[in-house]
């Protein structure tokens, strides 16, 4: 079955406590990106990566990492997390960046910095 | 500045009563707009791409469109299965991906 996984799901954190939130997709896709969802703010987008070793900011990459080593996998990297980066995270790939390449979401990983 | 709006916030319809949700952008070089349907809880789902002014596509009771500055997800007779966030989203030259806020939309039976 085609997918998008991300984990943990859940977590639970305290501040400054370094933590990586993996997403793995098995489609072979070359885009991939992640995204944080917050109440009043929707979605925006963290950072994306259009193939193996490239990678770009999004709109709110402040205290984030990402690297991307291989094409199947694209972690999240939290080095000394906040209480403002307490969210809901989205994990998502998509063949390409042509047009009519849809994007693929992951289920979510809810984290909470305390 | 590129921005992506919704609106309304939230519409809550009788079961049956069409309506519209509506997607304004201002950016600069549009590759592509989405939409997604997002229950709660759950990563967004794709429903729609569209490409160019004047296009259309349809799945079910659904229906989006595409002008210059703004796109339309028709909803026709729907039902309270169709509740859900509705989010909008556009894809830019250079591959930043920009959604909207969302749409909240309650069918009542």
């Known amino acids: 079955e085609a997918q998008v996984t991300q984990n943990p799901r859940y977590l639970i954190t305290v501040t400054g406590k370094k933590l990586t939130v993996t997403c793995s997709q098995n489609?072979?896709?070359?885009?991939m990106s992640w995204y944080r969802q917050d109440p009043g703010l929707g979605l925006r987008q963290i950072y994306y990566?259009?193939?193996?070793?490239?990678?770009d900011k999004g709109d709110v990459p402040e205290g984030y990492k990402v690297s991307r080593k291989e094409k199947r996998n694209f972690p999240l990297i939290l080095e000394s997390p906040s209480p403002n980066q307490t969210s809901l995270y989205f994990c998502?790939?998509?063949?390409?960046?042509?047009?009519?390449?849809?994007?693929?979401f992951g289920e979510g990983s809810w984290l909470t910095v305390v | 500045e590129d921005q992506v709006t919704q609106s309304p916030e939230a519409l809550r319809l009788q079961e049956g009563e069409s309506s519209s949700l509506n997607c304004s952008y201002t950016?600069?070089?549009?590759?592509?707009l989405f939409w997604y349907r997002q229950d709660p809880g759950k990563g967004p789902e794709f429903l729609f791409t569209?490409?160019?002014a004047g296009e259309e596509k349809e799945k079910e009771r659904l229906k989006a469109t595409l002008t210059k500055k703004e796109s339309f997800l028709h909803i026709t007779a729907p039902k309270p299965e169709d509740s859900a966030t509705y989010l909008c989203?556009?894809?830019?030259?250079?591959?930043?991906?920009?959604f909207g806020k969302g749409t909240r939309l309650h069918i009542l039976p």
């Open positions: 998502a790939s998509s063949p390409g960046t042509g047009l009519g390449n849809t994007i693929y």
């Open positions: 489609m072979n896709h070359e885009y």
């Open positions: 990566s259009m193939n193996v070793e490239v990678t």
């Open positions: 950016v600069s070089g549009l590759r592509g």
């Open positions: 569209l490409y160019s």
């Open positions: 989203a556009v894809r830019l030259v250079g591959d930043k991906i920009i």
